[in-house]
């Protein structure tokens, strides 16, 4: 059993930055590719960002790419997601995930809100 606990959200006007966190209580995190989604009012859950176990291998949602950037410290059991440039349409709760099996997101954190506050 893994528990994610993320951090990091808030009220951010467009154009402005946000550095999500994710904190992971396992002693394997390692063995966990990690990713983050998001789901805005109204809408269906969506990828948004990905991350391999090692940290070596990265995919991003077209609506992100080349402002989101999604990291990992294996150290600290921690996945993070740097926000830049944000969107009046990135306004969601945001939430991590990891996944044993790849692409088999089985453990979710609680979430954490981004509103755009313009």
């Known amino acids: 059993q893994v528990q994610l606990v993320e951090s990091g959200g808030g009220l951010v006007q467009a154009g402005g930055s946000l550095r999500l966190s994710c904190a992971a209580s396992?002693?394997?995190?390692?063995?966990?590719?990690m990713g983050w989604f998001r789901q805005a009012p109204g809408k269906e859950r969506e990828i948004v960002a990905t991350i391999s176990r090692s940290g070596g291998s990265t995919y991003y949602a077209d609506s992100v790419k080349g402002r989101f950037t999604i990291s990992r410290d294996n150290a600290k059991n921690t996945v993070y997601l740097q926000m830049n440039s944000l969107k009046p349409e990135d306004t969601a709760v945001y939430y991590c995930?990891?996944?044993?099996?790849?692409?088999?997101?089985?453990?979710w954190g609680q979430g954490t809100q981004v509103t755009d506050s313009s």
């Open positions: 396992t002693r394997t995190f390692s063995s966990y590719g």
């Open positions: 995930a990891a996944a044993l099996v790849p692409g088999l997101y089985a453990y």
